[in-house]
């Protein structure tokens, strides 16, 4: 085997060692490439694993705690810091940028029994928190509050809407929006969250960005089927037909004072070949 070939059988060895839950089997798959008598016997080796180990568990825990603060919350310090250590175990990072992962912790957190049969709205939380950390980098959307004029001047099957990259909108049988809300705002309490959730009140999450910083409401009724709508490329007129009894004319101007409208475009939409 070549050094170059050596190093990287090295190397993977590292990163599949890393992962392994019980520290003993990490040991075994690192040792086999490792030549610990060169290095001053078997205990440095077993040092330096652990220590690469405890700073990877580390990462993890701090990464995803900056991405779901509220299921953090939700669990308690302690368990959070144990279901970082699994999910980094199933789910290992396949990207350097480590804001970039988690992507996949809500349907892990729904895979584990016990938890989501104790909790099952952590989930759907989870999906509305990864929302919120995506749209907190989305990219800038350019506005063009004047293109709005095409609204007065044509119909609406020949002008559709933009809206601002990062919109999500997630619908929840849970009170998923009050339950973000009361943790990161305080609005509404803790005590009218759980109240929503004993409840068993539905609620569907529209998240976006407005200026910089991510954003968080209650869907209005309709409003999660008229954007996705415009989200595919419809026309206003296929929108508004995809959500009966939406109040377009309330929506507009809080839309546009929020940054979740950017403006209107003219086209030819061919609405029977859309999805």
């Known amino acids: 085997m070549s050094a170059a070939a050596g190093l990287a059988a090295q190397q993977q060895a590292l990163l599949q060692a890393l992962m392994l839950p019980r520290h003993a089997d990490a040991m ?3 040792a086999v490439h490792a030549c610990a008598s060169r290095a001053g016997g078997q205990k440095p080796l077993e040092r330096g694993l652990q220590a690469y180990r405890s700073n990877g568990h580390a990462l993890a825990q701090r990464a995803l705690a900056a991405a779901y603060p ?6 308690g310090a302690e368990s959070f810091e144990g279901l970082a250590r699994h999910f980094w175990q199933q789910s290992p990072p396949a990207r350097g940028d480590m ?4 992507d996949t912790f809500a349907p892990f957190i729904e895979s584990l029994d016990d938890l989501s049969r104790e909790e099952p709205y952590l989930g759907d939380v989870a999906r509305v928190e990864w929302a919120l950390h995506v749209a907190a980098t989305a990219a800038d959307g350019e506005t063009d509050l004047g293109s709005l004029g095409l609204l007065q001047t044509l119909a609406p099957d020949a002008v559709t809407l933009r809206l601002c990259p990062g919109a999500w909108v997630l619908p929840s049988t849970f009170p998923v929006v009050s339950i973000v ?27 976006w960005r407005q200026g910089l910083q991510p954003a968080l409401r209650q869907a209005q009724p309709g409003e999660a089927a008229f954007m996705s709508a415009l989200q595919q490329g419809h026309s206003l007129d296929h929108a508004l037909s995809a959500a009966p009894g939406f109040d377009f004319t309330a ?20 609405e029977k070949d859309m999805p």
Do not use: M
């Open 28 to 30: 075994k798959t690192i």
């Open 70 to 75: 509220v299921v953090a919350a939700l669990i």
């Open 99 to 102: 804001a970039q992962w988690g």
């Open 181 to 207: 809300l009361a943790h990161r705002d305080e609005t509404p309490s803790l005590q009218q969250a759980g109240e929503r959730l004993r409840d068993q009140v539905a609620e569907t999450a529209l998240v």
């Open 251 to 270: 929506w507009l101007v809080p839309a546009v004072h929020t940054g979740l409208l950017l403006g209107a475009r003219p086209g030819k939409f061919q």
